[in-house]
């Protein structure tokens, strides 16, 4: 590795081994008619700050629109109104935690990895309280995308593991082809970042790092706060969605979240141009926005 090369190593964090993944499906019963959550990721959806307000992007700062490989949900909340605080509403979907790492964590074992469109989690209408739902909140955990940048002249494609719950254990995870072990709790903001082989002159390389810092659009920040570096994304229905508890039918909701330009740095040289080697620092990896969507 010649000087360069192990600089872009420093910037980005410290070289991991390899390993075996692990990917274990949420728990979901089977009987009667099911309310199923799918994740979307949509590139044109606006871009929301933290507060629920379009976003543009800073000056002396770029972004661009990762290619999303996976996400993960870890909670999933339906709240009747914007004065419902957190934990108030009908918590659809709680995922395990546990203490193994100290500090309470999401078990990144148990979260279910799912690519656009995919279901991410199911539960029996029957098993939904009755009524009327304004809200919808979704701990996001877990995010997995390629994104483009440019690196002793060349231009290419990396890999990004980015974890944005309050707090998760991990025992091990694949970032693109290669595995980090890591065997504790990492707090959000964590990263792990996979670039390819260049010829025959720089092998493919696995670095982490931490994010200074995560967007997590909330327009009801005012009325029911998020607690404190989670990633509780709130986004709300077009109309209110109704539970009668008389369904005869599945129903989907679509959790789509806004990616549009999620992926920001700074921009040493002001060209647009993601170049780690040359003074661009990544700002932010948060999702822009969410619109829950009742399909049918």
């Given at each position: 590795m010649n000087?360069?090369?192990?600089?872009?190593?420093?910037?980005?964090?410290?070289?991991?081994?390899?390993?075996?993944?692990?990917?274990?499906?949420?728990?979901?019963?089977?009987?009667?008619?099911?309310?199923?959550?799918?994740?979307k990721m949509d590139p044109n959806q606006e871009r929301l700050d933290g507060f629920g307000n379009p976003a543009t992007i800073p000056a002396g700062h770029a972004a661009q629109t990762p290619d999303f490989n996976s996400i993960s949900a870890h909670y999933i909340e339906l709240a009747p109104s914007a004065y419902t605080q957190v934990g108030d509403g009908e918590v659809i979907y709680h995922g395990a935690e546990t203490t193994e790492g100290g500090d309470n964590a999401v078990i990144f074992d148990k979260l279910k990895k799912v690519a656009h469109g995919e279901t991410v989690f199911s539960k029996p209408l029957s098993q939904i309280t009755p009524g009327n739902y304004n809200w919808a909140r979704v701990s996001v955990t877990y995010q997995n995308y390629d994104v483009d940048f440019r690196a002793n002249g060349y231009d290419l494609k990396g890999t990004i593991a980015s974890f944005v719950g309050f707090n998760t254990y991990i025992t091990s995870h694949k970032v693109k082809t290669?595995?980090?072990?890591?065997?504790?709790?990492?707090?959000?903001?964590?990263?792990?970042?996979?670039?390819?082989?260049?010829?025959?002159?720089?092998?493919?390389?696995v670095v982490q790092g931490q994010a200074p810092g995560?967007?997590?659009?909330?327009?009801?920040?005012?009325?029911?706060?998020?607690?404190?570096?989670?990633?509780?994304?709130?986004?709300?229905?077009?109309?209110?969605?109704?539970?009668?508890?008389?369904?005869s039918e599945d129903i989907i909701i679509d959790l789509s979240f806004s990616v549009n330009n999620s992926f920001e740095w700074s921009d040493a040289a002001g060209n647009d141009i993601y170049e780690p080697l040359d003074g661009d620092t990544v700002v932010d990896m948060g999702l822009r926005g969410l619109i829950p969507i009742v399909v049918q």
């Open positions: 000087y360069k090369h192990l600089i872009f190593a420093l910037i980005i964090g410290g070289v991991v081994s390899c390993d075996k993944d692990k990917n274990e499906p949420l728990p979901e019963e089977n009987s009667g008619p099911k309310l199923i959550f799918r994740m290669k595995t980090v072990n890591v065997n504790a709790n990492k707090l959000q903001g964590y990263w792990a970042w996979e670039t390819p082989a260049i010829g025959s002159f720089y092998p493919a390389t995560t967007t997590v659009p909330n327009p009801l920040a005012q009325s029911s706060p998020i607690p404190t570096g989670s990633c509780l994304v709130t986004g709300g229905f077009e109309t209110p969605f109704t539970v009668t508890g008389n369904e």
